[in-house]
């Protein structure tokens, strides 16, 4: 296409029209908002005729990057969408640092899920986005701290083999366990504020993390799930996130998970089914099960 040009973004050229074209499309905004302000050096805007039209950007070039590819709809089934496609396979497949992209479809949107399949995506799984208004939850007397760096091990062991297992539990094909490595050591640590524990009798339980009014990879201990640790210790985490200023907490949960029951009995409403598609640059290298599902 001629007319049509993509490049790098520049938020004195690109910010204001970019907001403009998203405005009522919150899921939409939200992304961009968290690539303008984190990850502006990996977005990339198109303009047709002179006018922003759509953008493309990463959460960073890493082992699983996520991708957001966004098209005004006064501008769509003119190949800008392809466009942008393949210019993320374009750097992507270039990365050897990226395995993978990942990106996210509403469900009913038959046209976006359309093109990704033509594009060689294929949807991985699917998740509710929950929210929860109101006031604090009771909270029990539990003892919860904030995640400190020789914490990492058994958290990610727990986080790892929980998520393991609930991914089999409901058919989420295929499974993988990612070991441990020093970066995701370093990015826990960075990010410790926003990460918590929850203790009995001294050994960590529960492992859960805040993003804003976000709560997200809330895991129990596998061998004592069931015992009422979850609930607690959602309930802090809620508080906390309105402890901090929110009015609305969110989360995310796959379909098919039990802990879905555990939300809603806690007032979290659903507000929509999302899908997570995957292309693949190259071959996975996680393994595809624990060495050992043993918490050590």
């Known amino acids: 296409m001629e007319n049509l040009i993509i490049s790098p973004y520049k938020a004195e050229r690109d910010k204001a029209a970019i907001s403009a074209m998203l405005c009522g499309n919150e899921q939409f905004d939200e992304m961009f908002q968290q690539s303008d302000k984190t990850f502006h050096s990996s977005t990339f805007v198109a303009r047709y005729n002179g006018v922003t039209v759509g953008f493309l950007s990463f959460n960073d070039f890493k082992r699983q990057t996520i991708t957001t590819i966004f098209v005004s709809k006064e501008y769509r089934r003119l190949g800008i969408g392809t466009a942008l496609m393949a210019k993320a396979d374009q750097l992507l497949s270039k990365n050897e640092a990226v395995e993978r992209m990942l990106g996210l479809c509403l469900d009913g949107d038959r046209s976006s899920l359309q093109f990704l399949y033509k594009n060689g995506c294929y949807i991985s799984y699917s998740s509710y986005i929950m929210e929860r208004e109101g006031g604090r939850l009771p909270e029990r007397n539990i003892s919860v701290r904030q ?5 990492y091990l058994i958290c990610h062991n727990i986080w790892e083999i929980s998520f393991y297992k609930m991914h089999e539990r409901v058919g989420m094909l295929p499974t993988y366990y990612f070991p441990p490595n020093e970066r995701e050591r370093k990015r826990f640590v960075e990010d410790q504020n926003n990460r ?6 001294g050994e960590i339980v529960a492992v859960g993390i805040i993003d804003g009014s976000e709560l997200s990879h809330v895991s ?3 061998d004592l799930q069931g015992r ?3 609930r607690a210790f959602v309930s802090f985490l809620v508080n906390e996130i309105m402890r901090r200023g929110e009015k ?3 989360l995310g949960v796959v ?5 879905k029951k555990l939300y809603e ?3 979290f409403k659903e507000k929509s089914l999302h899908h997570w598609v995957t292309k693949y640059y190259r071959p ?6 624990p060495p050992s599902e043993k918490i050590l």
Do not use: C, I, Q
């Open 284 to 289: 996975d290298t996680r393994l595809s099960r």
């Open 228 to 230: 009422g640790y979850g």
């Open 220 to 222: 129990v201990r596998p």
């Open 248 to 250: 609305v907490v969110k």
């Open 265 to 267: 009995r806690l007032d």
């Open 147 to 151: 995640y400190e760096d020789d914490d």
């Open 255 to 259: 379909k098919g998970n039990p802990a």
């Open 196 to 201: 918590f524990v929850m203790l009995n009798d």
